[in-house]
């Protein structure tokens, strides 16, 4: 069982801003940005390398939860805005084999990431 599944099954604590009958979403616990955010399926995907057709539906519901979260937070706008990062495999920076995707707002993000 990973980290995440302990969060969802509320195991463990953690800070959690939005949850529906899909997905969950918290705050990062080691923050990359002054806003860190992950975007969780409840449903065990390990990877999006793994994602099969019929998760075609909840990884759309993930994309559309980030962008009310950010217009939640007043991140989705001209002058603010955002990032979604998802690490896939050892060499992508994948440390949790439970999908992810991570929000990242409140500073200037460079380009190319690291
Ligand atoms: P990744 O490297 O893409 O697999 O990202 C895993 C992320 O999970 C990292 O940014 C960690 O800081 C984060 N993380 C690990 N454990 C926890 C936890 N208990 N609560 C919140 N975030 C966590």
Do not use: Y
């Not at 860190?36 to 990877?47: D, S």
């Not at 950010?70 to 998802?86: A, D, H, K, P, Q």
Request: some cysteine.
């Amino acid at each position: 069982m990973t980290i995440f599944q302990k969060i969802i099954d509320r195991e463990i604590p953690a800070d959690i801003l939005h949850e529906d009958e899909r997905c969950i979403v918290f705050r990062d616990i080691s923050p990359q940005a002054p806003v860190h955010l992950l975007i969780v399926p409840k449903k065990l995907i390990p990877r999006v390398g793994e994602a099969l057709p019929e998760d075609e539906a909840v990884l759309g519901h993930l994309l559309l939860t980030a962008a009310a979260v950010s217009t939640r937070l007043g991140l989705n706008s001209s002058t603010e805005g955002f990032r979604l990062v998802i690490n896939n495999g050892r060499a992508g920076g994948e440390a949790v084999p439970h999908l992810h995707i991570h929000l990242l707002a409140g500073r200037q993000l460079g380009w190319p990431p690291g």
